[in-house]
Every structure is written in structure tokens, then in C-alpha cells.
T-cell receptor
Framework: DQQVKQNSPSLSVQEGRISILNCDYT??????FLWYKKYPAEGPTFLIS?????DKNEDGRFTVFLNKSAKHLSLHIVPSQPGDSAVYFC???????????FGKGNQVVVIP | ETGVTQSPTHLIKTRGQQVTLRCSSQ?????VSWYQQALGQGPQFIFQ???????GRGNFPPRFSGLQFPNYSSELNVNALELDDSALYLC?????????????FGPGTRLTVT
């Protein structure tokens, strides 16, 4: 069963606008959440993370929001740049380990 | 500093055969995790090795097995290949097992089973 879900498989956005990616999880044991970015022919690379004790974490143009009661998180990219065009994966684990459960990914295309 | 490398890049095997995939972890990393990414899906956790011992396993049958060597490089072995084993196999290394230890992924091995 899919413990981490990403709907809306693809997203197209104009350069300079905001990209918003959503993720839902079902396992209450998850308390650490991550976003990875993947380019073709490369492995996923870590982008940003958030602990369950926080509701927001910011790193430059990337912000992750966590709503623990709704088991929902989102990634905001602003402003979007053409180099942000990639597949974005939402992932989760519990604090005791780094065995990740991934969503299916969202393809983001930033149009110049 | 060398990143995570995997070999081979691509591999074609026949159903019923056995395959070995290799992963060299990032320098100094003692933990290796393997993931299977089927087409259109996210990576799925297969198992993790910490200091040469298996340290957690996902929902994969026993024909998926692994090894970690004293230099922390790792192998993934799959016996009796099935068509559904066709996927991208990713390995990731980290400097520990806890959630705060960032995992660094290799580029993957694309396995096709015919």
C-alpha cells in the first residue's frame, strides 16, 4: 500500500511564478519528511526536509509546510526557474532510521 | 570526494537468471540502502546495510539479497528473475542510520528482464 501519495503527476509553471507540490501520508509513525529532486539519468538529490515538531522550513527559494493533523505537506518553489524542471519526490521516515518511503513523484516543467 | 557510483549502468537479463548489481558508497559512509524504482513509481526500499549487517528490509522476497563489504561497498543480488523485476535500482549511502543522516544516491542501474 502506498504510504506516501503525490497526486497531480505533472505541473507546468511560468518562470518567476510559484510552484506548489503536495504530498499526503498515511503512516502515523512518520516524523521526518523530505523532498528530493531528480534529473534524468541521475540519482535523486536531497532538497529540503522538515521534522514533525515544525510546521515550516525554509531554504532559499524552497519552503516546505507540514500539517501533521491532516498528514499533509507541501513544497513551495518561488520564484520558479528553468533549472527547477525535474521530477520531485516526497519521502518520509521515522526518526529512528533513514529508510525512506517515497511518493510517485511530480514532474515539474518551468517554462522560460 | 567521490560520490556514490553504481555498476553496470544498464543490464538485460532473461527471466529465471540471476543478477548482481554493485554500489560504491561515498567515502566514509558506513550505511548503504537499496531501492527499486519501477516505471512511473517512486523508489521502494529493499533493504539497508550498516557496518556489514542487514539493518532493515522492505517488502521484498528472499530472492533479493545483499552484501556489504569491509570497505562499505555493497552488492544487490536477485535470483530467479521475473519480468516485474525490470526497474531502476538505486543505492544510497549515508554516514549513519538515523533520519538526520542525509542519503546520497547513485545514478542507478537500469535492469531489463525479458
Amino acid at each position: 500500500d502506498q504510504q506516501v501519495k503525490q497526486n497531480s503527476p505533472s505541473l507546468s509553471v511560468q518562470e518567476g511564478r510559484i510552484s506548489i507540490l503536495n504530498c499526503d501520508y498515511t503512516n502515523s509513525m512518520f516524523d521526518y519528511f523530505l523532498w528530493y529532486k531528480k534529473y534524468p539519468a541521475e540519482g535523486p538529490t536531497f532538497l529540503i526536509s522538515i521534522s514533525s515538531i515544525k510546521d515550516k522550513n525554509e531554504d532559499g527559494r524552497f519552503t516546505v509546510f507540514l500539517n501533521k493533523s491532516a498528514k499533509h505537506l507541501s513544497l513551495h518553489i518561488v520564484p520558479s526557474q528553468p533549472g527547477d524542471s525535474a521530477v520531485y519526490f516526497c519521502a518520509a521516515s521515522s526518526y529512528g532510521n533513514n529508510r525512506l518511503a517515497f511518493g510517485k513523484g511530480n514532474q515539474v516543467v518551468v517554462i522560460p | 570526494e567521490t560520490g556514490v557510483t553504481q555498476s553496470p549502468t544498464h543490464l538485460i537479463k532473461t527471466r529465471g537468471q540471476q543478477v548482481t548489481l554493485r554500489c560504491s558508497s561515498q567515502s566514509g559512509h558506513n550505511t548503504v540502502s537499496w531501492y527499486q524504482q519501477a516505471l512511473g513509481q517512486g523508489p521502494q526500499f529493499i533493504f539497508q546495510y550498516y557496518r556489514e549487517e542487514e539493518n532493515g528490509r522492505g517488502n521484498f522476497p528472499p530472492r533479493f539479497s545483499g552484501l556489504q563489504f569491509p570497505n562499505y561497498s555493497s552488492e544487490l543480488n536477485v535470483n530467479a528473475l521475473e519480468l516485474d523485476d525490470s526497474a531502476l535500482y538505486l543505492c544510497a549511502s549515508s554516514d549513519g542510520q538515523g533520519a538526520l543522516y542525509e542519503q546520497y544516491f547513485g545514478p542507478g542501474t537500469r535492469l531489463t528482464v525479458t
